[in-house]
């Protein structure tokens, strides 16, 4: 054996790596394959040169189309690179407005895969030969169907084409040997139909409005301005198995009935304790994968409930960012399925324990490093601070309502303003001591009052050294709360593409700056300009308890609106205020945001008809007939029966007045929303108490769906 190895040592190592893989952990750090499988700016300047580079990056800034002979470079380099790394096809990756309501493979992108082939058209042969090849026309464009996506009218059968182009911000990556060139959707006529189109103007938006405010402030040297994302993804993992015998999480992604365990989060026993070890294999794999594409995926832990966990990059570009949430989503669901596991993306797919969000972190920065939502080091860049949250308060009281559409959806509805969700009162927590010093602006004080000042928490023991604290405290009931460089959008949901809400971030952002720099031109100064702002919205900031019993009553004295269900705020969504910000800012045009109304209407009664009718199967097929066994063991003990009888036969009461109520649904988006929010959802909650009340008589061995003990534990 020595002779094979030639010393202890070696044999030592031979047996831990096969230990290692045995168990199946990789014999080699991801850090070493970190960012292999991208196309991002090194590789590409190393492949097309550094003219070619320098263009491809100017003609993004500008907005003009690359040259075809630079398409021609590019395309040639990427056929190389990706054959290099096994890639056999590529595909246009693009992002349709479908939602998806929590139900695994909801909010995933789109692509058919063409391989990196074509026939010799120049052969006489008449079985032409093939070769590999990958045309600069295919790059850029692609043409596909687009009246079978959601589309809010915007096509139809008869008139259905649809256009795909390279959003040339996002890098390509190669997954499963598939080259993805992330992509906008569009029209025939060059209307939206995705969520990647509202996002890349909106950044424009952000870069022409900030670039418009910082000449006025005397900034130099900046070119563009970027808005950036990094999101906070959490999730449950349970088996395969389990979640193949509830019809409800396969049709739904959520559980429509389940009695709460005993043991579920009272003890807090889950929060960073350590990852099962089924479950912290999937997430060194998901993190390999997401490295090797350029993701820095930086972060994994468990989360407060049961089967809950979390994972998050550090943060880049919002294009990219939102890409690369997608692909995790995606990544995610494959790599569980191959272990025996599965991920739920639901905002909330158990009752009674933690919802799930995917907390959307926003900032927006110059191309010169500086940060609007870091107070900075300079008064210059203070007094930037100040102005950029003063815009952004302005946005958010001003276009309210249409920020709260962004997190809108039946999943969504579940979460808001449960265990560890804000409430669907779109507020801003910039901090106490920020808002005492908006207080102070408004009343004449100068822009550059406020100290960041990070302060120092004691632990009073020599073995360790004091910590430092953030300027403000964290505020985890606001849905919108400063985190010292940046703004935590904690409402998006966690099935959710996070590319529309970051969308709205910016038009309101963009909006607010718009204001001031006609206010500036007016001649108003930058002081009065931000005083002036504040003082008509500084109602907006709450820095309190968004989770106590008073706030929607101070709320609404203070005139915020509380849309606190799907259809009553997507009523708001196209109001002549909204789609004028939209269409000054150019993100939306008119009908494109009557458009996105009628498509996240579909997509809300979709997921609760699909609901409602898995609910009433389920019944029928599983919970009664175990009603009816269970009834008959007692038989010759009908003293040990107790409530069985009054509550099974009240399931079927409650079931069959349900069934009648889903036969009565109205037409129409709007009726059937309302209909279904207020009739359908109420009847399921009133049977669901009885079904709960059921699992808890049935005999063990008869109840036909695994229980939530079984579903969040059974993989530890």
């Not at 349709?96 to 082939?117: E, T």
């Not at 795909?164 to 025939?188: G, L």
């Not at 996240?600 to 409602?612: G, L, R």
């Amino acid at each position: 054996m020595l002779n094979r190895f030639g010393s202890y040592d070696d044999l030592q190592d031979f047996v831990h790596q096969s230990i290692r893989s045995e168990a199946g952990f990789s014999t080699h750090s991801a850090l070493d394959t970190m960012s292999s499988l991208v196309f991002d700016d090194a590789t590409m300047r190393a492949r097309v040169g550094a003219e070619v580079f320098a263009r491809f990056k100017e003609n993004i800034l500008d907005g003009d189309a690359t040259p075809v002979a630079d398409q021609k470079v590019i395309a040639e380099a990427l056929l190389n690179w990706a054959k290099e790394n096994g890639a056999v096809a590529f595909g246009h990756w693009f992002f349709p407005m479908r939602g998806g309501g929590g139900a695994v493979g909801g909010a995933l992108g789109a692509l058919k895969q063409d391989a990196l082939i074509d026939l010799v058209w120049g052969s006489n042969d008449p079985i032409k030969p093939f070769e590999a090849t990958f045309p600069h026309e295919r790059l850029f464009v692609g043409e596909t169907d687009g009246s079978s996506f959601p589309n809010g009218d915007l096509r139809v059968t008869h008139r259905a084409a649809a256009f795909t182009t390279w959003d040339r911000s996002s890098p390509i990556v190669i997954y499963d040997k598939v080259m993805r060139i992330p992509c906008a959707f569009v029209t025939h006529n060059g209307d939206s139909i995705d969520e990647k189109a509202p996002l890349l103007r909106s950044n424009d938006a952000v870069d022409t409005e900030a670039r418009r405010l910082l000449a006025h402030m005397n900034f130099e040297g900046i070119k563009h301005v970027h808005s950036y994302l990094g999101w906070e993804q959490e999730f449950f993992v349970i088996t395969k198995e389990a979640y193949y015998a509830r019809p409800d999480l396969v049709n739904c992604g959520r559980t429509l009935f389940g009695k709460e365990p005993a043991r579920a989060q009272q003890a807090d026993l889950n929060y960073f304790a350590p990852v099962p070890a089924s479950v912290e294999k999937l997430l060194h794999k998901i993190q390999d994968l997401m490295l090797q594409m350029g993701c820095p995926m930086s972060v994994a832990h468990n989360e407060v409930a049961p089967a809950q966990h979390e994972m998050s990059p550090i943060y880049c570009i919002a294009s990219a960012s939102a890409d690369y949430n997608v692909l995790f989503m995606e990544i995610a669901n494959r790599e569980a399925a191959a272990m025996g596991l599965a991920v739920l993306f639901h905002e909330k797919p158990f009752a009674g324990i933690n919802g799930s969000g995917k907390h959307a972190n926003w900032s927006v920065g110059t191309d010169t490093g500086v940060n609007f939502f870091h107070p900075g080091k300079t008064d210059q860049e203070r007094e930037l601070f100040v102005t950029a949250v003063a815009c952004l308060t302005w946005g958010l009281w001003e276009h309210n309502e249409m920020l709260r559409c962004t997190v809108a959806g039946a999943g969504n509805d579940y979460r808001l303003g449960a265990q560890e969700a804000p409430p669907a009162i779109m507020s801003l927590y910039p901090g106490l001591s920020y808002e005492e010093h908006v207080n102070k602006i408004v009343e004449g004080g100068d822009l550059l009052g406020y100290e960041s000042n990070k302060g120092s928490a004691d632990v009073k023991a020599c073995a360790v050294m004091p910590a430092e604290t953030a300027a403000e405290d964290r505020n985890r009931t606001a849905p919108f709360p400063w985190c010292g460089n940046r703004f935590e959008f904690r409402a998006v949901g966690s099935s959710q593409n996070c590319a529309f809400p970051v969308a709205v971030c910016n038009t309101i952002l963009a909006s607010g700056m718009a204001n001031l720099s006609q206010l500036l031109e007016g001649g108003t100064s930058l002081r009065d300009g931000v005083a002036q702002m504040l003082a008509a919205t500084k109602q907006v900031i709450f820095t309190g308890n968004g989770y106590g019993a008073e706030w929607p009553v101070e709320a609404e004295k203070r005139g915020l609106p509380n849309l606190n269900n799907t259809p009553k705020a997507l009523a708001t969504f196209n109001s002549d205020k909204a789609k004028a910000v939209f269409q000054a800012m150019g993100v939306l045009s008119s009908e494109e945001c009557d458009a996105r109304q009628r498509v996240m209407y579909e997509n809300y009664n979709t997921c609760m008809a699909i609901e409602a009718h898995t609910f009433i199967s389920m019944i029928d097929t599983g919970i009664l007939p175990a009603c009816a066994k269970d009834m008959a063991l007692y038989g010759a003990a009908p003293f040990l029966l107790g409530d069985r009888a009054a509550v099974y036969s009240g399931i079927k009461e409650e079931t069959d007045k349900l069934r009648e109520l889903v036969a009565a649904v109205p037409h129409g988006d709007v009726a059937e929303a309302t209909y279904m929010c207020d009739v359908i959802n109420p009847q399921m909650l009133v049977a669901r108490a009885l079904v709960d009340q059921a699992e808890g008589l049935i005999e063990r061995s008869l109840y036909p769906y695994p229980t939530y003990e079984t579903m969040v534990y059974s993989h530890h």
